[in-house]
Nanobody, 122 residues
Framework: QVQLVESGGGLVQPGGSLRLSCAAR????????MGWYRQAPGKQRELVAA???????NYADSVKGRFTISRDNAKNTVYLQMNSLKPEDTAVYYC????????????????WGQGTQVTVSS
């Protein structure tokens, strides 16, 4: 069982910054990809950024150059530094972690956080 604890959302003015954190807890053997998704009202959930265990990253075109994803493998934690925020970044942000939790099962399974609201408004 994996629990994801998210923090760092809130209200910020356009051009401002926020840093999201997501800590994975539980009986975790190893973690593969960690990522952030977001869902705005009336829209589908979309990938914002992802990072592999080796540190390779992938970003949505809309956030390239503004957002930075990073991870601390010792703490099983992923971060999303969001700079130059725009009103269109307003959404609920969800952490996603692919984790292996059973020694006899080599598969990694996706786990979702509860979501944290990010609102960009003046």
């Amino acid at each position: 069982q994996v629990q994801l604890v998210e923090s760092g959302g809130g209200l910020v003015q356009p051009g401002g910054s926020l840093r999201l954190s997501c800590a994975a807890r539980g009986s975790i053997i190893s973690i593969n990809v960690m990522g952030w998704y977001r869902q705005a009202p009336g829209k589908q959930r979309e990938l914002v950024a992802a990072i592999t265990g080796a540190g390779s990253t992938n970003y949505a075109d809309s956030v390239k150059g503004r957002f930075t994803i990073s991870r601390d493998n010792a703490k099983n934690t992923v971060y999303l530094q969001m700079n130059s925020l725009k009103p269109e970044d307003t959404a609920v942000y969800y952490c996603n972690v692919q984790a292996r939790t059973r020694s006899w099962d080599p598969s990694y399974y996706a786990n979702w956080g509860q979501g944290t609201q990010v609102t960009v408004s003046s």
